[in-house]
Nanobody, 113 residues
Framework: QVQLVESGGGLVQPGGSLRLSCKVS????????MGWYRQVPGKQREVVAT?????????NYADSVKGRFTISRDNAAKTVYLQMNNLKPDDTAVYYC?????WGKGTLVTVSS
């Protein structure tokens, strides 16, 4: 059974940084594109960043995070990362990892002074 487990969320002040991780277990990792999404209560889940399969040479970002967030992957570790810099209060959300139709349970990021 394939599972996705996110980690790395927490409370950070505006302007700070966090690195999220998503570990995939029980399946093949390198052949699938991966994505990070986020959701605020009462709003739809939105895509934050995606990365192509294989070496991950193709990445895409939501306009709101371009230049601040970086998605990357380590196929040997079966892990996808989201480096988040210069965090803003509007980045507060539960962040989810996605692979095909599978989702993790999410990790909460709170940006507040």
């Amino acid at each position: 059974q394939v599972q996705l487990v996110e980690s790395g969320g927490g409370l950070v002040q505006p302007g700070g940084s966090l690195r999220l991780s998503c570990k995939v277990s029980g399946g093949i990792f390198s052949i699938y594109a991966m994505g990070w999404y986020r959701q605020v209560p009462g709003k739809q889940r939105e895509v934050v960043a995606t990365i192509s399969n294989g070496s991950g040479g193709n990445t895409n970002y939501a306009d709101s995070v371009k230049g601040r967030f970086t998605i990357s992957r380590d196929n040997a570790a079966k892990t996808v990362y989201l480096q988040m810099n210069n965090l803003k209060p509007d980045d507060t959300a539960v962040y989810y990892c996605n692979m095909r139709s599978l989702w993790g349970k999410g990790t909460l990021v709170t940006v507040s002074s």
